[in-house]
Structure formats: structure tokens, C-alpha cells
């Protein structure tokens, strides 16, 4: 290969970037150094392959492209054999056979190509591989042959006679063979070159411009082969454009699908499947509907499994907040693991408490059954937490089976939840049950199908709601029928040898610690430990070398997979017409408008074939200035073209102003191919009116003084006739003067004798004036001209501004132009070329004329060619832009979701640290926050499931218009630092000051500090104002409940394989307590809280003390408003509170909301002294209402 690839960028200068060039050579090397030959993934996500990789993998795809070409080589190669068998009508049988047979053997060979091409047979795909290497070169042999067998065969040769398919030839070598051009390409150019160079002279008949004629073909033939050349590197460059164009794509591709796949896990993991697609496909949508979307769907027979850990609250106190957090994050990943096994749905972690649920959103007839395996597995995982801790805590588990809404609500920080009467109820099951049983009702037993054994719990006894919904409880003793994974039976299979089966087969004691069925870990961990204590299996460590070689060598096999299937050369034409122009207008449109780097430089071949026709005729032809002036003045306009077309490609080399105008010039699609035109124009033009002027009128001008002095030019005129007699007489004679073999003394009869000369019929002066001129050693050749108009054909065929309708035309025209005068205009003068031929039987003209056609023709299906592989490599690029914009697209939607998810700083952490553990703990601490709880202390008195209400769903969405509005104050910019943490039914739980960026002095004061905190309590008062807003539009009186309070707190991640962010520590309890022991209405703070407020012109009542569980008294203030003008007032439904005791606060409070609905579940549970008591009350509410602040005891 020419030039190595690099990864990311090309080595070869051609196609290098500007800016490159003007970098130091020092950090050149330096860049090569780096990349060459390495090994690795980078942190960009740019995969560094092996050079010899990277080479490998271009070499196969850019022969694979460039096969396309190779019909068209036959093509032209078929067009010439019919012309070798028809054209020479004087060439013998024999002749005309082998010529027939060659027309065979190029036909075979290309049948050969479609063997096993596209066969499923392995044998027959080798065969057809080994035939796509032999074919091309056996098609190369078989021309060179042809060519040779053809001019050994003639009786009678010139070097002109085969000079345009040598031209031809050796164009089409390097441009339509899949061939590398190092050693292979370059060794049979050359040969090419030579043979068709030496071959045609080494059988010539002598003449006595045989050198001349030997070094205008040589000049001619190198020419074309140049324009090969130029055009194969042109083909090349874009050839690796796009196939580092794939390879970035690919890399961007990778990098987007393993950010999706992270993106998609962590949604997965929080949302379910269906909401998740819903929500994305719904993203960035704007919607007409009077309420915003909500995301709720009923689901009728799930089972509802809440588990609650029976003394924490002891252990809580014995270990720090990070060591408590990482403890239930080990927990909780084991009881995910559960989940996953036993197809369960986490639906939250509140503080201690787990609760999920089965058969839903996937129904599913044994959702009970599922659910009791995972409480009983559940049981079991305690232990855990008792070895860790050394403390007799336990788990206490309740099912219920009936009706839940599930969804989401809100805009922001999505939490998937369920609602409904049956998850209150699920949730009394829990706090009416006994540590180590499994508490279920008489509805999840309907399900259970006789799969488990159960006793009498009485838990309607203990509990005063499920007496009301009529339920009876039971525990579940024993397991009847075992519950068996594919994994369970891979363990029992690996433990055979040591675990002896129940005889009986039937019954299993719960409480046995021996049953493998209901193993604390999960089956994957238990069977890898088993396997090594049996020695069965060998523990490989995959080390993270090892990880990025897998990388590499999937990244190799999808990079080869994506340039294999790029096979755009045989469906292309779904997506265009019969003339190659995109069925998509505006596809056609960027395609016109379109160009590729460097797509001037072909304009060189034109430049370059009209400076080869100065040297070439002052070679071969008659010298003459108006020749010389004819074939020189087309330089000046067409190098001006050049120039402008190309400076935009040299703009390191160029001054800014010529490049600019460049830039200009080629931005104008009419005018670039406009010029591209005028161009093809001139240097065709030029050839032909050089071929009227040097055999009609530039011996005019030589015997310009004679004409004055003797004759009229209009007598000469008169009779062209004679000076192409007197021409012709004057070349047959110098040229048997070189034939003749007697001695110069000896009288030869020449076959000269007696023709009637000019100097019969023109004056004695006159011939020898010609004499004079037109010396004998000058010989006319009119089939050279000819023959250059072919190199003019290949010129114009390069052209990349045009298209290949218009190349095709100017090919044609030109083509036809040029057999026009070589039969009508300058018969007489090919006469005399027949002359020397020995009077062939069809005339010179005809069969450079003949020559003329087929090199059209061939060009003609070359132009389209190019054309449709420039409209390929173009599609490609749209595609894969395509394909960005879309896995970009998608990465967006995914992370925007996963954003309202978790924070951005938490997700990223996640989605960035993909080679962490799923169990890892992601913690942070922070020591001066803002917490800020608020709840509708009368929403779970609207709420309920009448069918009027549409079963809940419509207090939901009510539900759901509230917290939106909330969330949209989030987007305002005053409240950019506020963080949603959760809503818990109607409670919204926000903080401030949880800013990684944040930097401030030790020594900073206090309202620099604390600033988040008065945004924090500005925000509490608009979370009023848009609810009063909402009221009036809703003819309700909901009212806020507000607390908040500040100072250090932890935050972090419980549950990594389905994370769920908190906040944890001292003041989220007592913030928590400030809003459930508030008054509606009115924000309570902590006298401390109030302290720091004040200077920021609040002011606040105080209330006195109030009994905060685990804190004793505290003397708390509320919060009336701002001392400026501008402040809000106070809301006119709080109550003066000054003097009031804690009774009389909560007297008022039933008196507000007395005129509500009664509440269709008074939920009300007694407190448990060993279990965390907020904790409990957020279980104790029909929406969740109270379910806020966990952990408050946690911490405590």
C-alpha cells in the first residue's frame, strides 16, 4: 500500500487537511509515533488498531470496491475485439478465428466471477474468493496476449495502427483492475507500458520515422498511463475517506451504543420497559391535551410484597452513616438479585424498607406464587445483616394480591410507584405480621394453588384496616412444591455428590437452613462457589487487558462486517433512476452541491494533455508557428481554470486571497462545471481545428512571399488538389528511396514511373519552391491526431465536476467531431498514410475512426462508472451521518431520561464507570445542605377509587398537574442549584446545596454561605403560590405543608443494579418532623434554621416547643414572609400561631380540613419501638402521603 493508514487519519500528503501541513514535522513524527502500531482504546472512544491490522482491513475493502470496475475493462476490451474482428477486412481466417476465440475467453472469464458468488455452500464462497484474485490478472494476461497475437498476425504493421487501445490500455489498467498498486499494480503497468510500447515497432515496416513515431508513442502512452495513475490515487483518497469515515463512525457508533447500553440500563433498572419506550418516544413531543402527559396504567391481580427489617433501629445508632448505608446497599443488592430471579418489579427502598410487586406490567397466572418464594428467600437473606451486624434483627414480610395503578408522576426525578387501596393494605400486611414469617391475605392465598402450606395469623386482630376490608391473614409454614431454576437444577447436578434429596420429595420446611432452593445468594454466586469447593471449576480472572483485546477484536470483526456489507455498488439503484440522479430530490440536490476534497486535480489531466500535444506534434508532425500558436494559445485559459479550480486545495501553498476566490469559484455549482465544460471544450476543439489548419491552410503561409510575388492565392487555392499531389508523390518517392536494395546506380523501375505529378501541372518555379518547404524526411501522419484524441476522451472522462451525462455527451460529440474530418475533411491526406500502408483494404481513416468510436464508448460506460461510485461513497456518508444523528438522537432521549432519573452528577458517575461493580456504593457528603419537605396534608382525603374517579386514576392525574407544576419551577433559572429529590404520594422532598462545583472560604460569612438556603425557602413560598394557582383553576383548597431544615447530610445510592438516590443523616429527620408536626399552611423551621434565615430579611413566629421523636424538645419558628415591600405576604389561611401549644395546633389543623372528604382509609398504625418509626408512617398512607424522611431514626 502507497501509504499507510493511520488511525483516524490518512499519512498520504495528498489528502492530509490544511492545518496539517502547516504543523512542525518534530510533531508530526511525534503524532505518528503515537498512533502507529498501537494497541488500545482511548478515553474519546477512539479504538487504535495494529497497523498491519488497519492495513489489512482497507487492502481487502478497497479491492472489494474496486471490483466494480472490472466489468468495464472488459467491456472496453470486448468493444476492441470486435473491432480486430471486423474492422481489418484484409486480415486471414486464422486470424479472424483467434481474434474469436480471445472474444470467447473474455467472456468465460467473466462467467467465472458469478461461480458461488452468491452461494451458501462454504466450498463453493472459497472457490469464488480464489476466483475474485486469479480472474483480474488472468483478464490482464489475456488483453497483453490478445494485443500481442494481433500485432504478431499483421502482414503489414505501423507503430500507428494499435496506438489508441495502447493508449486506452494503459489508462484502464490503473484504473479499472482490482489490483494494489505497489509492486503488483505498478509491475503490470509497466509491463503494459512496454509491451504495447516495443511490440508495435519491434514489428513495424521500416520508416524513416520509426524514432520519431517510436518517441510520440512513448510520450502519448506514458501520458495516458500518468492519468491512470492520477486517477487511482484520486480514487484511492476517497477510498480512504470513507473507510476511515466508517471506522470513525463505527467508534462514535460503539462509544453512543455503549453510553446507550449504560444509559439504557440504568433507566431499565428504575422504569419498566413499556413506560421507558413510551417516555422516550414522547420526548421533546409538545402535546395539545389540557393536562400533561402521565404515565399510569391499572393492573388488575398483583401481588404486592412489602418487607420490612425488625430492629435496625438498635444497630442504626453502632455504626456511622456510610458504614449503615453501605450495609443495606449489600442488602438491598442481594434482594435486587432476588428480584431478578424470582421475576419481581422493585418498586422503592424506604429507608429499611423493601417493597415490590409481581404481575405487573407483565401479567403473569403464578405472580402469587413469585412472590411468597421471593419473601421466604427474603427471610433467609436477613442473615446477612445478622452475621455483619452480630444483632438479632429479622424480616418481617406481607403479601396482598388485588388492583394497582402504576406509573409515574411529575416531570422531573421519575420514581416508577404504585397506588391504590390493595398496596395500603399490602403495606398493613407488613406491619400486622411477625419477624421471620411470611404474612399473606386470603386474597394472594386464592393464587397460591396449593403450593405452600399455611397456618391462621390472625392478623386482622392486630390490625384495624384489614378487619375493615374483611380480610383473613395467614403465615406460610412450608413449601409444597419447590421452586427450581434452570441455575437451581445446575446447582443441584454440581452438588449431587454432597446434597442427599428429601426422600419424602414433597414437603420442605421453611425454616430448614439446608434448602438450596431458597439460597441467600443467588444461583449464579452459589453455584461458583460451589464449583471451586468441588474443585468442578476453575475461577478466571478476566484481566482488563483482556477486556479491551475482546473490545479490539469486536471492533475488528464489526469494522470488517460494516465494509462487507458496503456493497453500494449493486443497490444503488433502488435509490435512483436510469440516469444515476437520486429519487430524493433533496438528496440530489446536496449530491449536486457536493464535492470531495481535491476533486479539482483531474482538471490537470486537461492541462496536461494539452502541453503533451506541443511536444507530441513537435515530434512527429510538421513543425509550424501557426501549429505551435493553434496548440499553445488553449494553455493560457485553461491553466486560469486550473489554477482557480485548485487553489482552494493548496491553501497552505497559496496566498488567503487566491484561495478564498477559489473557494468562491467552486461554491457555484454552474460555474464549476461550467468551467469543467469550457475546459473539455478547448482541448477538444483544439485537436480538431489543428487537423484543419496543418494539411489545408499552414503551408500557405510558407510560400506567402511567392504567392505575392507570382501567383494569386486565389489560384492556389484553386487547386488544393495539386499540393496534396505533389505532396503525396514527393513522401512515396523519399520513401522508396529508403526501400531501395539495388545498387544507386542500378535502373529500377519505380512504381512512380509515369503517374502524373505537380510538376506536370504547376509552374517549374513553384515545385521547387515546395521542394524547399515540404522537405522529404518530413512525413504527414493524420491518424496521429486521431489517436491523441483519444488521450483527449480519457482527459474529459476524469472530470469530477461534471456529471456522467454531460461527460458523455462531450465524449461522443467529440468522438464523432473528430470522425467526421478524419473521413470527410482529410480523406486525401489519409489517402497518403494508405499509400505508405500499401493500399490496406479499408481505408486508415475508417479504422482510426473505428478506434476513435471504441474508446468512446468504453469511456462512456467508465464516466457512468465514476459517477455512480461517487454518488456510492456520497450515499455512504449520508448514512452514516444518518446513523449518527440517530444513535445520537437515541443517546440524547436516553440520557435526558435517565437525567430526571437520577442527578447529572450521579448519573454520570454511573454511565461513565462502566467496569465498576453492580454492587459498588456510590456515596457523598455533604456539610451545609438545605432539606425541604412538603406534603398535601388533605390529598389522601380526595383520593379515591370510586368509578367516578375512574378507579384512582383520575385523582392521580390531578396528582400528577401538581407535581408538575412543582418540577416546572425547577427550570427556572433562580432555582438552577435546587434538587429534586423524590415524591412520596403527595409529599415533594427537595434540597439545595448539593453542588460538587461548590467551592466556598472558610471564612466565608453567612449569607454567602447559606444563599442556597433563602433560594430553597423562596422556592417553598412559590411551591404555595402554584398551588393557589391550581385551586382556583381546579375549585379546590389544597393547602402546602411545609418544613425545612439544614446541615450536613449523606447522599448516595442504595441498590446499584437499580439505584435509587437519597439523602440520608440528622437533617433530613428533623426536617421531616418540622413538616409532619407543621401546621397547613405555614412553614416550620428549626430555631437554628431561623437563625441563619433572618439576615436575609425573613421573618418568623415563633411557635414554642414541640416534641420531635429522637430529638426531644425543640423550639421551632414559622416562617411569616420578608421584611421588604416586595415580600410575599403570609398565606391568609395560617392561623397566628403565637402562644398556641402543640394540642391547639393540631385541633386547628382538623378544623381546616374538616369539609374535606372523609378519608376512605384511616390509616393510623400504632408505633413500633424496634422498627424506624418515620418509616412506618410513610407506609401509612393511601397515596404515600406520609412516606417521607426515612431513615430518620436511621441516622439519629
Sequence with gaps: MEANLENGQMTNASTSKSHSQRQTTSRRRQNDSDVAGGVGITGGGVVILPQHVLNELYHNYSIKQRRSGLKWFVFAAALFNIWTIGIPWDQSAPTRVINCCMLVAYLALTALLHIGRRSGKPALRRFHQILLIIVPRALWLLSILHFTVYVILQPSFSPR?????????????????????????????????????????????????????????????????????????????????????????????????????????LLLSVLPKHVAIKMREDLGSSSSEAFKKIYMSRHENVSILYADIVGFTAISSTYSAQDLVKMLNELFARFDRLAEKYQQLRIKILGDCYYCISGAPDERPDHAVMCVHMGLSMVK?????????????????????????????????????????????????ESSGKAGRVHISDKTLAFLNGEFEVEAAFGEKREELLRIAGLKTYFITKVVKAFASPCAKKINETQSEIAHPNPNGSTTDIVSDEDDNDATLDDEGLLAQNSVSNGHQKVIAVTADEEEQVKLENFKQRLKDELVTRDGHENLTKDTNIFLRFKNPQLEQLYAVYREPYSSLPLLAALLVQCI??????????????????????????????VISLAESFSGMLPKFFVDVSKRFNDITFVRELAAIIIALTIGFSNVIDMHILFNFILIGSFGNYWKNTLYTQNFIKYPFFFVTFVRTEHIVSESEFNVTASRDSDINLEVEGM???????????????????????????????????????????????????KILLLLSIAALHC?????????????????????????????????????????????????????IFKWKTEVAEQKETANDMRQRNEALVYNVLPVHVAEHFMKNTKRSHDDLYSQSYAEVGVLFASMPNFSDFYSEETVNNQGLECLRFLNEVISDFDALLELPQFQDIIKIKTIGSTYMAASGINLQ???????????????????????????????????????????????????????????????????GNTVNVASRMESTGKAGAIQVTEETCNILQPFGYKFLQRGLVAVKGKGQLMTFYLQGKSQSSAEPVSSGAVELNGQDSSALESTSELETSDIKMPLLKMN????????DQDQSLKNDSAGQERVGEFQSLLE
Design 998 to 1064: 461548590r467551592t466556598l472560604r472558610n471564612d466565608a460569612p453567612i449569607t454567602e454561605r447559606w444563599s442556597h438556603l433563602a433560594i430553597l425557602v423562596e422556592f417553598a413560598m412559590e411551591l404555595k403560590h402554584a398551588l393557589q394557582s391550581i385551586n382556583e383553576q381546579s375549585f379546590n383548597h389544597f393547602v402546602l405543608k411545609m418544613g425545612i431544615n439544614h446541615g450536613p447530610i449523606t447522599a448516595g445510592v442504595i441498590g446499584a443494579r437499580k439505584p435509587h438516590y437519597d439523602i440520608w
Design 161 to 265: 495502427d494499435l496506438l489508441g487501445w495502447a493508449i486506452l490500455l494503459n489508462f484502464l489498467v490503473y484504473v479499472t483492475l482490482p489490483l494494489q498498486l505497489i509492486f503488483l499494480g505498478l509491475s503490470i503497468g509497466c509491463i503494459t507500458y512496454f509491451i504495447c510500447l516495443s511490440l508495435p515497432v519491434g514489428y513495424s515496416r521500416w520508416d524513416s520515422l520509426l524514432s520519431n513515431q517510436l518517441a510520440a508513442n512513448a510520450v502519448l502512452i506514458a501520458t495516458a498511463a500518468l492519468i491512470g495513475l492520477l486517477y487511482y490515487f484520486m480514487g484511492e483518497a476517497k477510498q480512504k475517506r470513507a473507510f476511515l469515515e466508517a471506522k470513525k463512525s463505527l467508534e462514535v457508533k460503539m462509544v453512543i451504543e455503549e453510553q446507550s447500553a449504560e444509559q439504557e440500563r
Design 1165 to 1172: 398504625a400504632p408505633e413500633q419501638s424496634l422498627e424506624i
Design 613 to 642: 500535444d506541443v511536444l507530441y506534434s513537435y515530434i512527429v508532425l510538421p513543425r509550424s508557428t501557426l501549429h505551435f500558436i493553434n496548440i499553445a494559445a488553449p494553455l493560457v485559459p485553461i491553466a486560469m481554470l486550473v
Design 756 to 806: 502524373v505529378t505537380a510538376e506536370h501541372l504547376l509552374p517549374a518555379s513553384f515545385v521547387e519552391q515546395m521542394r524547399e518547404a515540404v522537405p522529404p524526411e518530413r512525413v504527414l501522419y493524420p491518424s496521429y491526431l486521431s489517436n491523441f484524441g483519444v488521450l483527449i476522451l480519457i482527459a474529459i472522462a476524469v472530470i469530477a465536476q461534471l456529471t456522467h451525462l454531460t
Design 820 to 872: 467526421y474530418f478524419n473521413i470527410f475533411i482529410m480523406q486525401d491526406l489519409y489517402a497518403l498514410e494508405d499509400d505508405l500502408e500499401h493500399q490496406p483494404i479499408i481505408s486508415t481513416r475508417y479504422t482510426a475512426s473505428g478506434l476513435l468510436l471504441v474508446a468512446a464508448l468504453a469511456l462512456s460506460t467508465l464516466a457512468r462508472h465514476m459517477d455512480h461510485e461517487d454518488r456510492v
Design 381 to 429: 437473606a436477613i442473615k446477612y445483616v445478622q452475621q455483619k451486624a452480630n444483632s438479632p434483627v429479622d424480616m418481617r414480610v406481607g403479601i396482598h394480591t388485588g388492583a394497582v395503578l402504576a406509573g409515574i408522576l411529575g416531570q422531573r426525578q421519575w420514581q416508577f410507584d404504585v397506588y391504590s387501596k390493595d398496596v395500603e393494605l399490602a403495606n398493613k400486611m
